[in-house]
């Protein structure tokens, strides 16, 4: 693999953080309200964080896979790995959008978890995508990985306690 180049290109940086922030950003119009309305009144398991993690955690996610994005972007001349790097990782982005509409926007637990797992799916071939063409992007990936797995056990136990 090749080292990263220095140059840095502000407008498909900014791209790329204005996208998946973005979809942090939309997402939360459906998560926000319900967190004192409806998921406050559910069954958690012990292990659910404090409500205020969430929205700090995410956003940190999102801002590394906003520069995972951009450094395979920097890397698009390999055009046939990019291509398919790039599918792969808006598939995930948007189950990622999905996933909180299911959830908080509509209620449903069981659905969201399916969603969660086709997440976490989309989420490894997204790093495999992105190891073949730049090891430090889908280094970045992996504490979102982290993340959607915690979250969907997370989910999971939820689906439990509230049946």
Known sequence: MAIEKPDFKFLPFFTSMFITLGIGGVASYFTVPQIKTWYVYLHKPVFNPPNWLFGPVWTVLYIMIGIAAYMIWRRKYQAEK?????????????FNFCWSIVFFGMHQIFGALLI??????????????????????????????????????????IFILNK
């Open 82 to 94: 990019y291509s398919y790097a790039r599918l792969i990782y808006f598939i995930q982005l948007a």
């Open 116 to 157: 969660i797992v086709l997440l976490w799916v989309s989420i490894l071939f997204n790093i495999n995508a992105f190891i073949k063409i730049s090891k430090s992007a889908a280094l970045l990936l992996i504490p979102y990985l982290l993340w959607v797995s915690f979250a969907g056990v997370l989910n999971l136990f």
